[in-house]
């Protein structure tokens, strides 16, 4: 993030801060104590068809989102991420018109959800985190109905069907349906009509891992195809797979928005180095353990685990084989987003 510096009005003390991905933050002075508010003007893009400023949301006395400002560009597939009770499903809920908002302006393809509900709804596939349909009704006359409903041409809906697996399923009635089955069926419905914008909550929750690579592989075509993705999961692995970027939210204030590498940096997260050897010994973990640049050694048997910077890399292999190891292999894991929204979110 790129760091500006304000003036205290009070005091006239300069104090340097780092531009967040939100409207305003609130500081005291550390030199006169004063309270004040410092407001981020956002550079709004042609590119970005999803773009939330300011959202704030209250349930009752309880602020379930607090002025959080984001925007998914054209063609992205973006992560949002968060622990439970963190205000994601809220978020998602108004991002699609369904619930009031209390402050703040959301747009999709430059129309404003509250203004131009219709409009702004008209190109955007949905898939709750909860799916339902009407049980006493087939899987292919769910379809129809919603075909019908979104203005669609019913002859989508069965090639839709084939496309999930449930060809087979789609004169049987919904109500016998698994979870699995419930829920690649609520992935037809969303892309029902070829929709440009895909909102989708937990598309992998209730699969098996056959399901899980067919919904990550349709994700992937669909974003191929000119699709912009806004996914919220938590299957964390599955999100750094997929994503070009990711937003996280921690107690309805959204804390990051970047690519899991540009978080990682600004965290200095650093990669692990995994060397494997034929045999190895104390002098050889000591020798690893004096690089300069090497956070932490774990041994596990043969294998030594290094945490370092990318320069020291090749100073550990020269400690390694000074020390009289003999080295079978190496590879290098970069800081995943498990271990990026951890640190952001202090669980």
Avoid: W
Avoid at 46 to 65: C, E, F, M, P, W
Avoid at 168 to 190: D, I, P, T, Y
Avoid at 287 to 292: D, T
Avoid at 309 to 323: F, G, I, M, R
């Amino acid at each position: 993030m790129a760091t500006r510096l304000v003036m205290c009005p009070h005091c006239g003390n300069t104090i340097s801060i780092e531009e967040k991905p939100v409207d305003k933050i609130y500081l005291i002075c550390p030199k006169c104590g004063k309270k004040g508010v410092v407001r981020f003007k956002h550079k709004e893009t042609k590119d970005s068809i999803i773009l939330v400023r300011g959202l704030t949301k209250y349930y009752n006395n309880h602020r379930a989102v607090s002025d959080v400002s984001f925007s998914v560009k054209r063609g992205e597939i973006f992560g949002f991420l968060g622990p439970n009770g963190a205000g994601k499903t809220t978020t998602i809920k108004a991002l699609l018109g369904l619930i009031h908002i209390n402050e703040g302006k959301i747009e999709i393809n430059g129309f404003n959800i509250r203004r131009k509900e219709k409009e702004a709804k008209r190109y955007v596939g949905y898939l709750p985190e909860r799916v339902a349909f009407y049980g006493n009704l087939t899987a292919l006359q769910n379809l129809y109905f919603y075909a019908d409903m979104r203005g669609t041409n019913r002859e989508e809906c069965k090639a839709l069907l084939e496309e999930f697996g449930l060809g087979e399923h789609a004169n049987k009635k919904v109500s016998g349906f698994s979870k699995g089955m419930l829920q690649r069926l609520g992935m037809a419905r969303a892309i029902l009509g070829n929709p440009s914008v895909l909102i989708l909550d937990e598309p992998t929750g209730g699969l098996d891992p056959r399901g899980v690579v067919l919904i990550r592989n349709k994700i992937k075509e669909l974003n191929k195809k000119g699709a912009t993705l806004f996914v919220s999961s938590h299957v964390l692995s599955e999100v750094q797979a997929i994503c070009d970027r990711v937003g996280i939210i921690n107690r309805g204030v959204l804390v990051a928005e970047d690519s899991v590498s540009k978080l990682s940096g600004r965290l200095n997260l650093k990669p692990k180095m995994v060397v494997d050897l034929d045999k190895s010994s104390d002098t050889i973990v000591d020798a690893v353990r004096m690089v300069e640049g090497v956070d932490k050694v774990h041994v596990y048997g043969r294998r030594i685990e290094v945490i370092c910077d990318a320069p020291s890399k090749v100073k550990v292999v020269l400690a390694v084989v000074n020390a009289g190891g003999n080295i079978l292999n190496i590879t290098t894991e970069e800081p995943s987003l498990e271990e990026v929204f951890i640190r952001y979110t202090g669980g």
